[in-house]
């Protein structure tokens, strides 16, 4: 124990007790203790936390003892005071029930001080997130593409996690770029192949070129065994689910309808997403909102996955079609079918039809010995990324040859993007519609022309002109500095020819291209990691953390600390050939500097060196690219609202003037709302509607009766949601219990533990979850528990002894058949959630790993983020969210003084109409009409000059 801060905690407890006065009725607390007895156990509490947290600080050496977010009962007291006791016995992380980590509600009350307990809630909840994020790496990384063993093994005495370079991510002869990377000796990249971001996304990572790039497989968090439950391979899975799983079963479109349909007031209204005619005002489509996110937010998230993965090749998957439900429901624990009344009930379509997800490999995947357990080399099946992995702006700039044809250069400058002019609309034009020579499917006919064009929709329109604007924006401010000081030195580097300085005027066309590519790729990274997900996850520890990835936790201004710890993690930790340096200690100690830039600051930098351009990635000894589990938690439909709220910003910005259903604005026919009603008005209306919430009973209906007339089937439309749970099973993602198990969360015991504890008796919200728990015992079923039969390795009870079939529940006794649920229905059913947080806790865990292995793997966001590749201008543009010097926000919004966020820099830059109503504005993703109100207030509550917006009336 640390006995410094042990004494000190001790003295501060006593001389609390000591001061016995009788508590006020405010200090009264519901235990009856008063606030000061609080405070006084809560800091001795502090001093047995700190001999736990010795203890604690030891990563275990295997999986089963993991973490689970949960803490000693000391240091959730230390932490939270005597509330965070309550829930310590439910599946939920607790760093959520810790002091600050909520509303001002969170604070405590009757303190001597607020503060001190605050950050020791806050600080906790940053270091219990630390720990889950060491885990993570250290358990959760799985590479399909052959790596596997030798991260087990190790090779030539160097521990698997420390490995750097595989023979599995070169190029291949078939390649373009084979000979200039190597050919068959070994493969560095150099010149121009390291310049910038390539089309296909190789060279990203010079040593290892194929990393990353279009094509390459998709990898896993979760041990390859616990992968493809459904085809019963592996004795805990079977003993997980006794023959009880299948594609179809239990049926897909039964569990949409009964467990995701939006519940209607006024169906007539609705009309199942498709509005009223004329768009009119008066349609009604009820969904559950978000009242802290908007619905630009769900189209930005929707902008990203189209960047960082697809399954799909051009907009459709494998020739082969399927049956997706509508079949069976189950009646005793027997699948029977349905009869025509359950259909029409229901309103599935059994005629529905879709094609079959690409397999890239099925052929068993070989196994290998280490010490003394078997593992399977790979997944049993493995599909491929047809998306750059990498972090690049595919989706504006393309992914290979053909998707690159689609990106329309102006010709006039061909360094901008095109933009044609609309009819009376002013600024800069907008993208063009797709002619007839492009490489399309032929669905996207009428589209603006882009990189990624599938699923369409108004809401990408809008992203995809804003950033095609903000990429000339950038090259026209080149110019102008160009045109001011032409023979200075605009920081850009040839690695041909390194020492020789590049002035602004010498800079080509295509250089100026590819630059303002890295600089869009990197302020999208940024809103990302800065903006979007602070805003998805709304509390104090998330602020902290998400800015802590970017700027680092020692702040953006961490100045001199900041680069010596960023050296001693690039220069100690990087290059380590001892495995709990390269990976485990890694990750903290770049959360000093952040991990953005990490490398690039190293003394003697060396463009033509892989040494310094390579040097600050790691990837954890696991070659990067998303793994299915990811693309599983980013399956957000519940995001979408049916009907768009549409607003003219000429007229009064707080009318709603139309509803305008989503689907009407499906491919083509996006692009005449755009042009005719004009980019500003769209973000007008964007960025006052809130979005959908990620729960059940909450997704579009739109997307449950899709059209898609590729389609080669009877009846031409899809259930989306139901096939979001088809794909999942295809692909082989654990189930919802063993998802969690093996991402080192706690397990569930039945369906009551979804209920949240935390709702009043008899409240309309615990009936609700009453209400699903009873449904989710009808899809899924229960059956007579087994004890003999142990059903996984990731975790085990806690007096050690395996995880068996009865969960703790007495042998021979009927249990819920909780593992068994699909893991996107498991984690929209989750209703106890952090504070603020759009999405679960499960979803979330992915995103810890992922989102920061996404900025550790990338050299161009860390040691090549530097002027030799983004120019000065570049690099002071993504520092400054935009020209000049950075500027600063009014006040310090929940206590931060902080710049004026990149979105909304490049909102009012790009689409300056809107420089008036984003005044106010502190995140472009909280609602725009919204008063934030004090500390990560949730409240629904009009800000000054917003009381007569609609949204507000009709709440
Ligand atoms: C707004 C209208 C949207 C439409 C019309 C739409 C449509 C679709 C369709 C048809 C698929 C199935 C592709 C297949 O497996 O065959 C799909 C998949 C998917 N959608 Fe959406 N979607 C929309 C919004 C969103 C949003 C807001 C998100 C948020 C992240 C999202 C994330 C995904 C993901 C992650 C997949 C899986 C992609 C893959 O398998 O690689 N979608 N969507």
Redesign the pocket.
């Known amino acids: 124990m640390k006995p410094r801060r042990f004494t000190f905690f001790m003295l501060a407890a006593a001389s609390l007790l000591n001061a016995q006065t009788a508590p006020t009725s405010s200090q009264s607390h519901s235990n009856g203790t008063s606030a000061k007895q609080e405070e006084a156990k809560a800091l001795l509490a502090c001093g047995q936390m700190v001999a736990d947290q010795l203890a604690l600080l030891k990563i275990p050496d295997t999986r089963a003892p993991r973490f689970q977010g949960k803490v000693s009962e000391a240091t959730a007291l230390c932490r939270g005071g005597a509330q965070a006791l309550q829930f310590r016995a439910t599946p939920w992380v607790d760093w959520t029930n810790y002091w600050g980590t909520g509303d001002m509600s969170s604070l405590p009350t009757g303190f001597i001080s607020k503060k001190l307990p605050a950050q020791r809630g806050v600080a906790g909840a940053l270091e219990d997130l630390e720990l889950q994020r060491i885990e993570l790496i250290k358990f959760n990384l799985f590479d399909n593409a052959g790596t596997f063993s030798e991260y087990v093994q190790g090779r030539n005495g160097v521990g698997g996690p420390a490995i750097k370079v595989w023979p599995e991510m070169r190029l291949q002869p078939s390649d373009p770029n084979y000979n200039a990377v190597g050919g068959d000796g070994d493969q560095v990249c150099k010149g121009d192949l390291i310049r910038w971001r390539t089309v296909t996304g190789i060279c990203n990572d010079i040593l290892n070129p194929a990393m990353g790039s279009s094509g390459m497989l998709f990898g896993r968090n979760v041990e390859f065994e616990a992968a493809f439950p459904d085809l019963g391979l592996d004795q805990l899975a079977r003993n997980r689910h006794g023959n009880r799983l299948s594609l179809l079963e239990p049926d897909p479109q039964v569990i949409s309808r009964r467990l995701f349909t939006r519940i209607q007031s006024s169906p007539d209204k609705c009309q199942a997403g498709y509005g009223l005619p004329n768009d009119s005002k008066d349609a009604n489509c009820d969904y559950q909102k978000a009242p802290f996110f908007n619905v630009l937010a ?2 930005w ?2 902008f990203m ?1 189209h960047d960082w ?4 090749d051009e907009g459709h ?1 494998a020739p082969e079609y399927m049956k997706v439900g509508c079949e069976t429901k189950l009646v005793n624990n027997v699948e029977v079918p349905l009869t025509p009344e359950d259909i029409a009930k229901l309103g599935c379509r059994p005629d529905d039809q ?2 079959k ?1 690409y397999v890239a490999q099925d052929t068993p995947p070989g196994t290998f010995e280490s010490g003394g357990h078997t593992y399977l080399a790979r997944a049993p099946k493995t599909m491929a990324n047809t998306n750059t992995a990498w972090w690049d702006a595919s989706q504006l700039y393309g992914f290979d040859d053909t998707s690159r044809q689609r990106v329309k250069r102006d010709p006039a400058d061909n360094a901008k993007l095109l933009l044609v002019p609309a009819a009376g609309q002013p600024g800069p034009g907008y993208l063009p519609v797709f002619g007839p020579n492009d490489p399309i499917n032929p669905e996207w006919a009428g589209q603006e022309a882009t990189g990624f064009p599938d ?1 369409w ?1 108004v ?1 990408l329109s809008f992203l995809h002109n804003l950033f095609a604007r903000e990429h000339n924006s950038f090259v026209a401010e080149f110019r102008r500095v160009a045109a001011q000081k032409p023979n200075a030195d605009c920081g850009l580097r040839d690695p041909a020819q390194p020492k020789k300085v590049i002035r602004y005027k010498d800079v080509t066309p295509d250089e100026l291209f590819e630059i303002a590519r890295l600089v869009v790729a990197a302020e999208i990274a940024k809103i990302h990691t800065t903006e979007w997900t602070p805003q998805l996850l709304y509390n104090e520890p998330l602020y902290l953390g998400m800015n802590g990835n970017w700027n680092g936790l020692l702040g953006e201004n961490g100045g001199l600390l900041s680069k010596a710890l960023s050296d001693i993690v690039v220069r100690n930790f990087g290059k380590s050939k001892d495995v709990a340096k390269a990976t485990t200690w890694y990750s903290v100690f770049a959360s000093g500097p952040g991990i953005f830039g990490l490398g690039s600051k190293v003394s003697g930098y060396d463009i033509t060196n892989p040494k310094y351009t390579n040097g600050g990635v790691n990837h954890f000894g696991s070659p990067f690219n998303f793994p299915e589990e990811f ?1 599983s938690v ?4 519940p ?2 609202p049916d009907l768009l709220e549409y607003r003219d910003l000429k007229g009064d910005p707080n009318k709603i003037v139309k509803r305008i259903p ?1 689907v009407e604005t ?1 491919q083509g026919k996006a692009t005449p709302f755009m042009e005719t009603m004009g980019i500003a008005n769209w973000g007008l209306t964007l960025g006052r509607q809130r979005l959908g919430l990620l729960t059940l009973h909450n997704s579009p209906m739109f ?1 449950q009766n ?1 059209k ?1 007339s590729r389609l080669d089937s009877p009846t031409q439309q ?1 259930d ?1 949601v139901a ?2 749970i088809i ?1 999942d099973r295809e692909r082989g993602v654990p189930r919802f219990n063993e998802f969690r198990r093996q991402y080192g969360l706690r397990q569930l015991t039945s369906f009551d533990d979804f209920m949240d504890p935390g709702v009043a008796p008899g409240s309309p919200e615990q009936l609700e979850q009453q209400e699903t728990v009873k449904t989710l015992r009808e899809l899924y079923g229960q059956h007579v528990c087994d004890a003999s039969k142990v059903i996984t390795d990731a975790q085990v009870n806690e007096d050690g002894s395996p995880i068996n079939d009865c969960l703790g529940h007495p042998d021979g006794t009927l249990i819920d058949n909780i593992e068994d649920v699909d893991t996107a229905v498991g984690y929209l059913a989750e209703y106890r959630r952090p504070h603020g947080f759009a999405i679960s806790e499960t979803q979330f865990v992915v995103f810890i790993l992922n989102a920061s292995r996404r900025l550790f793997s990338d050299r161009f966001f860390t040691s090549c983020f530097r002027p030799e590749f983004y120019t000065t201008l570049g690099i002071d543009w993504v520092n400054h969210n935009g020209p000049g010097p950075v500027q600063m926000e009014k006040g310090a919004p929940n206590g931060h003084v902080q710049p004026v966020s990149p979105l909304k820099r490049i909102l009012i830059r790009n689409i300056p109409e809107l420089a008036s109503e984003l005044d106010p504005v502190i995140n472009a993703f909280d609602p725009w009409a919204r008063d934030r109100g004090q500390y990560y207030s949730l409240a629904w509550k009009p800000r000054p000059g917003a009381e007569s917006d609609d949204s507000f009336a009709n709440q």
Do not use: K, P
Not at 309 to 312: I, K, N, P, Q
Not at 634 to 637: A, M, Q, S
């Open positions: 769900a189209y998230i929707q996955t993965f697809s399954h799909l998957n879709m094609d997800s699923n929709t809401g693309v980013y399956r957000l439909h995001l979408v989503v499906f997307l899709l898609l899809i989306v096939l979001d794909r």
